[in-house]
């Protein structure tokens, strides 16, 4: 069953073009990989997924995005109300720095009024932070400041952030870029114990990343969509030239 459905998608930044008639639907409870070259416009994919990609001057996008079968972009629809419901993680470890880990992880529900005492507050930071495997790393420093883990756990501290909202689906944007080959590994480890909860969606440029953290991957090159499927079919078996000669390294 498809969590979200592109139907003929394009995306602008002015006059720029930069995703051209995206068709693909993606299946709730597992984990989609966003792969391809640098400026295909993997980034700008998933920021169409939670309307992130219109708070750019003058980016627009054509088509739809159906969330549970419900266009995002419909008029009267609230972008806000669509961002809970479709979090994201971001590139580089972004914890707010003047905050403490357990402030980092409730940011969101104070915003919106959702937290009320103190006792749900802990509840719901012990439950986001074990979510987010970092519990047992911080819980007898949750009053330190977040910008003071390393940059894997700071990246944890945003996942567990992300998930306090209770999305529906989580978009994570090549989240382990600037992160060392442990934490890398640690993430991936959390990718795939939250796909049980969560659909995922994750832009990755590393191969092996997509292979072994992804049950589908798209394929984009310069704003199309060239292949799209079950991951171990379009690493061992893809269907088009361009996809095999992406993955096996002859260009990108």
């Known amino acids: 069953m498809a969590k979200l459905s592109l139907v003929h998608l394009s995306a602008y930044f002015g006059r720029v073009k ?8 993606i299946p709730e409870y597992n984990v989609t990989a966003v792969i391809g070259p640098s400026g295909c416009g993997k980034t700008t994919l998933v920021r169409c997924l939670n309307r992130m990609h219109e708070v750019v001057r003058d980016a ?31 590139q580089k470890p972004t914890p707010f720095p003047t905050m403490s880990i357990e402030e980092n992880v409730i940011a969101g529900l104070k915003l919106n009024g959702s937290v009320r ?25 949750l ?13 944890r501290l945003c996942i567990a952030r992300a998930l306090a909202v209770e999305p529906e689906v989580l978009l994570m944007d090549e989240p382990c870029s600037s992160l060392d080959p442990a934490s890398t590994a640690r993430i991936e480890e959390l990718v795939l114990e939250l796909k049980s909860q969560y659909t995922i969606v994750i832009v990755t440029h590393n191969m092996q990343q997509a292979a072994r953290a992804s049950d589908y991957t798209a394929f984009l090159l310069n704003g199309v969509l060239i292949e799209f499927g079950e991951t171990k079919q379009i690493f061992t078996n893809p269907k088009r030239q361009e996809t095999e000669d992406y993955i096996t390294g002859r260009f990108g």
Not at 18 to 25: A, E, P, Y
Not at 68 to 75: K, L, S
């Open 60 to 90: 627009r996008v054509e088509g739809e995005v159906l969330l549970d079968g419900e266009n995002i972009y419909a008029p009267g629809v609230d972008p806000v109300q669509i961002r809970r419901r479709v979090g994201m993680v971001f």
């Open 117 to 141: 005492n103190s006792a749900q507050r802990a509840e719901i930071v012990e439950r986001c932070l074990r979510l987010a495997a970092l519990w047992d790393e911080v819980k007898d420093n």
């Open 143 to 155: 009053g330190k400041p977040g910008t003071s883990l390393s940059g894997g756990q700071q990246q």
């Open 18 to 25: 930069t995703l051209k008639d995206i068709n693909l639907d």
